[in-house]
């Protein structure tokens, strides 16, 4: 499998979002350099990243969609709590010396690229709506700083 490349239909329209699943595209191609090398540190270091930096912007994407009062919330974390499973296997083989790289990194991506062009992509417009919502209501800043601004110009 080739270095995986960042296409335009990947991107939800959040900036924060889509930066941070641009960064998981990054660490899956280090995977893929890492695999080359054959150093089974390296590899291991790689995907511990790609592990604890994916299920932090799992919780970081769960807080925005309640936040937002999306919906199908539950049923979309519950997505991401089986994927979670399901890539700690695959920890689990690399640990007992188990080659999975490729195996990994070929499921990652195709799992990654299909979940933001579906469930990410549908909780995108209630998820802007709800932050561009929150930025006009705080566009002034707190009430504190509103104050201190109209005594102290």
């Avoid at 080739?2 to 329209?13: F, P, R």
Wanted: charged residues 30%.
């Amino acid at each position: 499998m080739a270095l995986l490349v960042w296409q335009d239909d990947l991107n939800i329209g959040i900036d924060v979002i889509d930066h941070q699943h641009m960064r998981i595209v990054e660490m899956l191609n280090h995977l893929h350099v890492a695999q080359k090398s054959l150093e089974r540190l390296a590899v291991a270091e790689v995907i511990d990243e790609l592990v604890d930096y994916t299920m932090s912007h799992f919780a970081f994407e769960e807080e925005l969609m309640e936040e937002a009062g999306y919906p199908f919330c539950a049923a979309h974390k519950r997505v991401h709590e089986i994927f979670g499973k399901r890539v700690g296997e695959y920890r689990l083989r690399f640990q007992a010396g188990e080659d999975i790289t490729e195996e990994l990194r070929t499921m990652l991506s195709r799992w990654l690229f299909n979940h933001i062009r579906g469930d990410d992509k549908a909780y995108a417009p209630q998820v802007k709506q709800h932050l561009n919502q929150f930025a006009r209501d705080h566009q002034q800043g707190s009430w504190l700083g509103r104050t201190l601004k109209r005594f102290f110009r």
